[in-house]
């Protein structure tokens, strides 16, 4: 051991020594020589040193995918070395109470397996060549490295990573704290988080139970989510990607977004919300998809909105928050009209739901909404695309009996009966209801009657209104019909 000691005090005086001279004779070299002499140097340094080292990069498959493996050392050295680490970064957990704290970037820890010892170091590499830079900028790759010496080099391949992998990826289990992504944050956000998509923590309370809906339904939704989160060898048997579609559809307030929410809880997945209105082109769209990750729910909401079935997407802002009008977008006069290229196009979107690209990275989902399923291009919506529609309606006596538990904590009452009556004759969105039941002042609150009979109230005035509706449509009709055929008997006397 003082042999080792004293050989390894010689090789340290030989190295100041080099270092010394290294730096007497560079301020006389030019600097390409320098440059040439300085990869040279730390080529032999490695053909010589007695340490291995491996590289776990953020992003594999050239940069089209985020790689786990990453993820997973990232969640293992936060949870079993941070406490060695002497720089830690500290953020929210998965309830806002759980402070989750890691390994800040640049930070060396060490961490011992079976005895022996590995260092690891977190770091960022700019992409176009191998300048080592610490600002934050969009060509920046993130990567860990991992050294040790190089006589355990099975124990570190064969046992060691694999059970950082395993380890890191019950952590990432534990500490889940799901998202919800959006391609219309800012773009400075975007940038500074190098990615082409913002997010906020998903926060969404919605869950099958809580969601109004025929009760037969609701549990085949569920089933078809199950099967669908467990069929990966299924999926893989009969080569097809592990990706499933959902078109919801029926009118405003019935629930639609609640039931994404519903979906992303009940299968732990993250969300992201695809604005095609914001999206320039299809190769824009394209590093949209890339960059999502698996275990996702791809969400474009009023998709009759955002893409012209011709082909062409509808340019402008919503015309008005109405939600009858939601449809309808207004060209903006003083943009000027692009051609097709700049544009996202039927076909591109078609391409990236079914394309491979969309096969990569797999378990993803996939949910149009829409208040006019009618409107919709048949092959937008074809099974294989779309493979479950969903229409989600007005509510019946099954989804009232929902909300009054949900909203008033109550699972009978005397006022049941007629409401079930006036809910089976009148069209109300579950929004309506809900918002009848919700307390609109303290002494509401603590009494159910007065919710119930104001629902009674409003239910009552609906019917009236659609009554009314209908026989002031029928009066025109009629009137309409009147004046056809007073204008058939007028037009043969004119043509005497
Ligand atoms: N089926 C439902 N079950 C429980 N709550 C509902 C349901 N439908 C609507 N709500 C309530 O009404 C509000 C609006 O519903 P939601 O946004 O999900 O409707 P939507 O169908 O997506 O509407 P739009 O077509 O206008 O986007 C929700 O916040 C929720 O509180």
Redesign the pocket.
């Known amino acids: 051991m003082v042999a080792m000691v004293e050989r390894w005090a010689g090789l340290g005086s030989a190295m100041a020594s080099i270092i010394f001279l290294w730096s007497m004779v560079q301020n006389h070299v030019p600097v390409t020589l320098r440059l040439y002499l300085t990869t040279w140097a730390a080529k032999l340094a490695a053909c010589f040193s007695p340490y291995l080292q491996i590289t776990i990069l953020e992003n594999s498959a050239g940069r089209f995918q985020q790689s786990e493996f990453f993820y997973a050392v990232e969640a293992y050295l936060s949870d079993a070395c941070a406490s060695r680490a002497r720089r830690l970064k500290a953020e929210l957990g998965s309830d806002s109470s759980n402070l989750q704290v890691s390994v800040d970037d640049h930070e060396e820890v060490t961490d011992e397996f079976s005895g022996v010892t590995l260092w690891w170091y977190a770091s960022k590499k700019h992409s176009k060549g191998n300048v080592i830079s610490f600002y934050p900028g969009e060509d920046e790759r993130r990567f860990y490295q991992v050294v040790f010496h190089r006589s355990h080099r099975d124990l570190v391949v064969g046992s060691y990573l694999p059970f950082v992998l395993a380890e890191g990826r019950t952590v990432i289990v534990k500490n889940r704290q799901r998202r919800l992504f959006t391609n219309c944050g800012g773009r400075r956000r975007r940038y500074l988080r190098n990615s082409v998509w913002d997010y906020v923590k998903f926060e969404h309370p919605a869950t099958f139970d809580?969601?109004?809906?025929d009760t037969d339904q609701k549990e085949a939704i569920m089933d078809d989510l199950i099967a669908f989160k467990d069929g990966k060898e299924y999926y893989t048997k009969v080569g097809k990607a592990w990706k499933r579609g959902y078109l919801l559809y029926?009118p405003?307030?019935?629930?639609?977004?609640?039931?994404i929410a519903a979906m992303a809880n009940f299968l732990d997945y993250d969300v992201y919300d695809l604005e095609l209105t914001s999206v320039k082109n299809n190769t824009e769209l394209r590093k949209l998809f890339i960059e999502m990750t698996s275990k996702s729910i791809i969400v474009i909401?009023?998709i009759d909105c955002s893409i012209d079935l011709t082909g062409k997407r509808r340019k402008g802002k919503k015309a008005s928050s109405n939600?009858d009008s939601?449809n309808e977008y207004e060209a903006d006069p003083t943009e000027p009209q692009k051609d097709d290229e700049s544009k996202v196009t039927l076909s591109g979107l078609l391409n990236f739901i079914d394309g491979l690209w969309s096969a990569s990275g797999g378990e993803r989902i996939i949910i149009f909404?829409t208040?006019h399923k009618e409107k919709l291009d048949p092959a937008l919506i074809r099974r294989g695309r779309m493979d479950k529609h969903i229409e989600?309606s007005y509510c019946r006596f099954e989804?009232f009996k929902?909300?009054a538990k949900n909203y008033l904590d109550i699972v009978e009452h005397v006022l049941f009966g007629e409401i079930q009556q006036l809910l089976e004759e009148t069209d109300m969105?579950?929004?309506d209801v809900?918002e009848n039941l919700m307390p609109v002042s303290k002494k509401k609150k603590k009494d159910p009657n007065m919710c119930l009979a104001g629902l009674i109230a409003a239910l009552k005035q609906a019917k009236k209104d659609a009554v009314e509706a209908a026989a002031a449509a029928k009066a025109k009709e009629e009137e309409e019909a009147e004046a056809k055929k007073a204008k058939e008997k007028e037009e043969p006397k004119e043509d005497k």
Do not use: R
């Open positions: 809580t969601l109004a809906m029926g405003p307030g019935t629930g639609k977004s609640t039931m909401e009023d939600k939601d909404t208040n989600m989804g929902v909300l969105s579950p929004a809900a």
